[in-house]
Protein backbone atom coordinates (compact mmCIF):
# COMPACT_ATOMS: atom_id res chain seq x y z
CA UNK A 1 0.00 0.00 0.00
CA UNK A 2 1.30 3.00 -0.59
CA UNK A 3 0.16 6.91 0.76
CA UNK A 4 0.88 10.11 -1.36
CA UNK A 5 0.46 13.20 0.97
CA UNK A 6 -0.40 16.71 -0.64
CA UNK A 7 -1.14 20.20 -0.49
CA UNK A 8 1.34 21.42 1.68
CA UNK A 9 3.04 24.66 0.83
CA UNK A 10 3.73 28.21 2.16
CA UNK A 11 1.53 30.71 3.97
CA UNK A 12 1.62 33.27 6.53
CA UNK A 13 0.99 32.87 9.96
CA UNK A 14 -3.17 32.79 10.48
CA UNK A 15 -3.24 30.93 6.94
CA UNK A 16 -4.96 27.82 5.90
CA UNK A 17 -3.60 25.06 3.70
CA UNK A 18 -5.76 21.40 2.93
CA UNK A 19 -3.65 18.37 3.19
CA UNK A 20 -4.93 15.17 1.31
CA UNK A 21 -3.77 11.89 1.26
CA UNK A 22 -4.42 9.08 -1.56
CA UNK A 23 -4.36 5.64 -0.79
CA UNK A 24 -2.96 3.54 -3.50
CA UNK A 25 -4.84 -0.15 -3.35
CA UNK A 26 -8.51 -0.08 -3.22
CA UNK A 27 -9.10 -2.73 -1.24
CA UNK A 28 -7.21 -1.27 1.82
CA UNK A 29 -9.46 -0.79 4.44
CA UNK A 30 -7.55 0.24 7.78
CA UNK A 31 -8.69 0.72 11.22
CA UNK A 32 -7.75 4.21 11.54
CA UNK A 33 -6.28 6.62 9.23
CA UNK A 34 -3.71 9.43 11.03
CA UNK A 35 -1.42 12.66 10.12
CA UNK A 36 2.26 12.62 11.58
CA UNK A 37 4.58 15.42 11.13
CA UNK A 38 8.01 16.14 11.55
CA UNK A 39 10.18 19.71 11.70
CA UNK A 40 13.66 19.59 12.10
CA UNK A 41 15.43 18.09 13.87
CA UNK A 42 12.40 17.05 16.02
CA UNK A 43 10.64 13.75 16.36
CA UNK A 44 7.72 12.71 13.86
CA UNK A 45 4.57 13.24 16.47
CA UNK A 46 1.19 12.26 15.97
CA UNK A 47 -1.51 14.93 15.38
CA UNK A 48 -4.87 13.59 14.48
CA UNK A 49 -6.47 10.49 13.92
CA UNK A 50 -9.92 9.32 12.65
CA UNK A 51 -11.22 5.82 12.74
CA UNK A 52 -12.02 4.72 9.30
CA UNK A 53 -15.36 2.52 9.91
CA UNK A 54 -17.74 5.70 11.54
CA UNK A 55 -15.51 8.42 11.06
CA UNK A 56 -14.69 8.82 14.96
CA UNK A 57 -11.83 11.53 15.40
CA UNK A 58 -9.19 12.31 18.04
CA UNK A 59 -6.44 15.05 17.63
CA UNK A 60 -3.39 15.69 19.85
CA UNK A 61 -4.24 19.20 22.14
CA UNK A 62 -1.44 20.88 20.23
CA UNK A 63 -4.06 21.22 17.11
CA UNK A 64 -7.51 20.59 18.49
CA UNK A 65 -9.58 22.97 17.68
CA UNK A 66 -7.20 24.25 14.53
CA UNK A 67 -6.67 21.30 12.18
CA UNK A 68 -9.93 19.01 11.06
CA UNK A 69 -9.41 15.20 9.89
CA UNK A 70 -11.75 13.49 7.80
CA UNK A 71 -12.16 10.84 4.90
CA UNK A 72 -13.97 10.08 2.11
CA UNK A 73 -14.06 6.09 2.14
CA UNK A 74 -15.25 5.81 -1.45
CA UNK A 75 -12.51 7.63 -2.95
CA UNK A 76 -9.84 6.06 -0.43
CA UNK A 77 -8.80 9.63 0.52
CA UNK A 78 -7.54 11.71 4.07
CA UNK A 79 -7.95 15.18 4.96
CA UNK A 80 -6.44 17.16 7.14
CA UNK A 81 -8.00 20.75 7.18
CA UNK A 82 -5.46 22.91 9.14
CA UNK A 83 -6.24 26.27 10.05
CA UNK A 84 -4.85 29.53 12.19
CA UNK A 85 -1.42 28.05 11.24
CA UNK A 86 1.51 29.19 13.32
CA UNK A 87 5.17 28.65 12.44
CA UNK A 88 5.43 26.19 14.73
CA UNK A 89 3.57 24.24 12.50
CA UNK A 90 6.17 24.42 10.03
CA UNK A 91 7.29 20.37 9.14
CA UNK A 92 6.74 17.35 6.54
CA UNK A 93 3.19 16.19 7.21
CA UNK A 94 2.67 12.48 6.63
CA UNK A 95 -0.12 10.43 6.76
CA UNK A 96 0.01 6.55 7.63
CA UNK A 97 -2.13 4.10 9.17
CA UNK A 98 -2.50 4.30 13.13
CA UNK A 99 -3.74 2.12 15.98
CA UNK A 100 -5.01 4.86 18.31
CA UNK A 101 -2.11 7.46 18.24
CA UNK A 102 0.79 5.31 17.08
CA UNK A 103 1.71 4.41 13.49
CA UNK A 104 1.12 0.98 12.12
CA UNK A 105 3.74 1.18 9.86
CA UNK A 106 7.22 1.40 9.58
CA UNK A 107 7.31 2.33 5.77
CA UNK A 108 6.54 6.39 5.20
CA UNK A 109 5.73 7.80 2.33
CA UNK A 110 6.31 10.84 1.02
CA UNK A 111 4.86 13.39 3.11
CA UNK A 112 4.18 17.38 2.44
CA UNK A 113 6.19 20.10 3.37
CA UNK A 114 4.43 22.87 5.32
CA UNK A 115 6.47 26.25 5.91
CA UNK A 116 4.68 28.94 7.90
CA UNK A 117 5.92 32.20 8.21
CA UNK A 118 5.49 35.01 10.61
Known amino acids: VQLQASGGGSVQAGGSLRLSCTIS????????MGWFRQAPGKAREFLAG????????YYTNSVRGRFIISREVAKNALYLQMNSLQPEDTAIYYC????????????WGQGTQVTVSS
Open 50 to 57: IRWSDGFT
Open 96 to 107: APTIGSTAATSS
Open 25 to 32: ERAFSPRS
